[in-house]
């Protein structure tokens, strides 16, 4: 059995107010050496918020960036802020489905496309 390979990424909310978009904190990221950045989803990624358009918008510079600096996404990941709802355990059907169709599988389709 080999030695596992171990990665250090950063969380991309070190970069939230002062280099927002997805090209920015990527450079940093990648200028500080890091090779990998985990996105999380309190910085700019509610789908509830930002809509399906912003997403591939957001999707395509990630792409676009990783392309052009040699630093990557690598874990998509629910932030703090989906904590402070019942989400799937909230007990009406109808604010349970909303939730599983406009937040979790929207996320699910941006996680499998990074």
């Known amino acids: 059995m ?3 390979r171990v990665s250090l990424a950063i969380d991309n909310r070190f970069a939230a107010k002062r280099w927002p978009s997805p090209s920015e904190w990527m450079y940093v990221a990648g200028s ?3 090779r990998y ?4 989803t309190d910085t700019e990624l509610d789908p509830l918020h930002m809509g399906s358009e912003y997403l ?4 395509d510079e990630v792409r676009n960036a990783s392309e052009s600096g040699g630093c990557r996404v690598c874990a998509l990941r ?3 802020g989906v904590g402070s709802t019942l989400g799937l355990l909230h007990p009406d059907e109808g604010v349970r489905r909303r939730f599983c169709d406009h937040w979790v599988k929207p996320l699910v389709d941006l996680a499998a496309d990074l």
């Open 2 to 4: 080999g030695i596992p």
């Open 32 to 34: 500080l050496g890091l």
């Open 37 to 40: 950045v985990e996105a999380n």
């Open 56 to 59: 591939r918008r957001w999707s």
């Open 78 to 80: 629910s932030g703090e």
